[in-house]
Every structure is written in structure tokens, then in C-alpha cells.
């Protein structure tokens, strides 16, 4: 992409270039993870231990892509120039998704040595959301040039 700040790169007369030809993508991602577990147990008569539980989970992933311009003077410092709300934002992609896993057995002891377990489990998992803000066309009008490289997320 061109730097929609110092124009569109040409190679001048005196052998110099004018305009910022790159500009550096970088992600700033977040994730929130929360959730429980719990299981119950319960000593039945006649050698039967009955089990229960269930494990929640609910993940929320927002993943924002920016652009950074380099200046005609310098590149930018890897380590400390890439901080968020700074750049052009590119695209937000905001992803929720919860978990839910139930499950109940019986573990009837037979005789000593001889265990028949029974039961069963479900799972069930949604997921929603995907691109708030897509910028592209956007940055691409202001810049004169396509955006190329890698995108990231769901359109």
C-alpha cells in the first residue's frame, strides 16, 4: 500500500525518491476467557455411584488489523511504535463463542472387581460475530494503490 500521507512514490530527476512506499501491518488482539466447572456425586444403594456435571466456557476474540506508515526519514522502532488507536485501522473482526458440556453416569459395582459404567455427555458450541469495520476501500481510495499482503478474519 502507499502512504496516503506522503504520496505516491517517484523516482525524481536527481535520483531520489519521493513518497513512502510501505506500510507495516500489525494486529492488535484481545481475548477475554471466563467460565466454571462443577460435578456432583451421589452414593446410591446397591453399589451405585451416580456422577453429574457441566463445564461453561464463553471466549470473546476482537482482532483489529492497522496500518503503520513509515516517514520519509525513518522506519518505525519495532519495539515501541505500534501502540493501538495509532495508524489506520484496516479491519475489526469481533468473534463470541460459549461452550457447554453436560454429562451424567452410573458406575454400578457388580460384584467386587466387575464395574459396568453407563452414561453419557453433550456438547454444544456457538459462535458469533466476524468483521465490524472493513476499511478497505477506504484506504485504497485515499492511497491510490491496492492493498496487498495477508488479511485475517472472516469477510
Known sequence: MTSPSYGVPALLPDGTVSGVPMALQRAHADMRRLGFTQKLSYEAPHHNLIEGGL?????????????????????????????????????????????????????????????????????????HGGTKNDYTQQLIDEAGTPITGARHGAR
Open 55 to 127: 463445564w461453561y466456557e464463553n471466549n470473546r476474540w476482537v482482532y483489529d488489523a492497522r496500518l503503520y506508515e513509515d516517514t520519509p526519514e525513518a522506519a518505525h522502532n519495532m519495539m515501541s511504535d505500534f501502540k493501538k488507536g495509532t495508524g489506520h485501522t484496516w479491519f475489526e473482526n469481533t468473534y463470541n463463542s460459549n461452550s457447554f458440556q453436560f454429562f451424567l453416569q452410573d458406575r454400578w459395582t457388580i460384584i467386587k472387581g466387575m464395574t459396568l459404567l453407563a452414561g453419557f455427555k453433550s456438547l454444544t458450541q456457538t459462535t
